[in-house]
């Protein structure tokens, strides 16, 4: 571990405000773990595990004590208030599994966090769903970077593992999420064109 505590730190820094994308470092991280050996694959796991458990924790907070300034936010923009109001029901309807989902949802874990704090879901039952998403989230990232790592060690390829790897994550979600949107969009035409 010579000298890398530094990347220690800024992992903390990247992964505890909730709004900042971190999966290019991650990756890229667990890629130097895996190529070098000079980081230890506990810590990478570690680290950021409780770092993004913290900051969840802190905009759920944020949500539950300062309710008023954040839905003046949230209505500033009809698309995040469309997006709380549908994540709320989704919050009372499926409980901890929608607090895992939305980790996955292009800016949803801010909104999630925010959402659970604002419409009063249970604190333990958040911080379930939380460690639980960040668990997969940072094992999938740091692994798959670890693994290229390992795979790829000569020269400066490995830095470009954290990229890639945090381009092809982005896109199968992307992609996921486009999918279920049209499974969405046609089962509720069929459902319409049934009731007419």
Known sequence: MDGGYWIYAVL???TVPPMVPNSAL???A???AGSSGGLSLPLLLCVPLVAATVGDLAVF???RKAQRPAMAWLSRDT????AMERLSG???RYGVPSVIAVRFVPAGRGLGALTAGLVGFPVRSFLLGAVVAEAIFVSYTVGLGYAGGRLVTDGSAPFFIGPAVSLLVAGFFLAAQRICGRQGSSQGEDSLSSRV
């Open 79 to 82: 698309r995040r208030l469309t």
């Open 90 to 92: 989704l919050l009372r």
């Open 30 to 32: 667990g890629a130097m």
């Open 26 to 28: 991650l990756a890229g």
């Open 61 to 63: 907070s944020l949500g």
């Open 12 to 14: 903390v820094l990247v």
